[in-house]
């Protein structure tokens, strides 16, 4: 089964608009920790929020902000107000234990447009 | 995470060849992952190194790569004979000593970019 599952493969909203990204995850861990990353045409990768699963608030970064629902499995990654540069592909990850690597869904690319 | 260096940005190679990707994890660093990036593909786990020892291989292909972190110089990841299915974006991502926790975020290197032709 996956363990991160992101279901939109291509999303598009016009600028100053609000968008929505969706992951959801599949652990049997009670503590782990998740994070969304950005990749730009470029190709690195640029964390951007990270939330731990005993953490009672939702993260928040600037334009971004993960809608946690812990209950339904959902880590959902929220763009405030979206810019031209906020096109990109976006991925969603997830690390069970400590020291092991981080697993990562298949994406989502987000564009923009004026 | 400007300061995970991976070089070359780019490599070309036939196939039959070898290929050698490094990683130069942020300073003081002591541990290195390497993902692989197939296109239109999420980062997937290959090996997690840390200097002079091996302690998780096991998303790395059987045959064929390989991957050091000696006690001097940069981690290797080296694919022999490379084939089409090769090429890909490899990322490494270095931690420091203690390895992560589960809040621990990955910096990740630029990447390098491998075509095989």
């Known amino acids: 089964a996956q363990k991160i599952t992101q279901t939109q493969p291509g999303m598009f909203v016009q600028e100053k608009e609000a968008v929505t990204l969706d992951c959801t995850y599949d652990t049997s861990d009670p503590s782990y920790g998740l994070f969304w990353y950005k990749q730009p045409s470029s190709g690195e990768m640029i964390f951007l929020i990270y939330?731990?699963?005993?953490?009672?608030q939702n993260a928040t970064e600037g334009r971004y902000s993960l809608n946690f629902q812990k209950a339904r499995k959902s880590a959902n990654l929220v763009i405030s107000a979206s810019q031209l540069g906020d096109s990109a592909m976006y991925f969603c990850a997830m690390r069970e234990k400590a020291g092991t690597a981080l697993i990562f869904g298949k994406g989502t690319t987000l564009s923009v447009s004026s | 995470n400007a300061g995970v260096m991976q070089n070359p940005r780019h490599l070309v190679r036939r196939r039959g060849q070898e290929a050698r990707l490094r990683c130069s994890p942020m300073?003081?660093?002591?541990?290195v992952y390497w993902y692989r990036q197939l296109p239109e593909e999420g980062l997937k786990f290959m090996v997690y190194?840390?200097?002079?020892?091996?302690?998780?291989e096991s998303g790395m292909p059987k045959e064929r790569f390989s991957a050091e972190f000696p006690k001097e110089g940069p981690s290797i990841l080296r694919i022999q004979q490379v084939v089409r299915g090769d090429s890909a974006a490899y990322f490494c991502?270095?931690?420091?000593?203690?390895?992560?926790?589960?809040?621990?975020?990955?910096?990740f290197g630029q990447g390098t970019r491998l075509t095989v032709v």
């Open positions: 190194l840390q200097k002079e020892n091996i302690i998780d």
């Open positions: 991502a270095s931690s420091p000593p203690g390895g992560v926790r589960e809040n621990t975020e990955a910096f």
């Open positions: 300073k003081g660093h002591s541990h």
């Open positions: 939330q731990g699963s005993y953490d009672q």
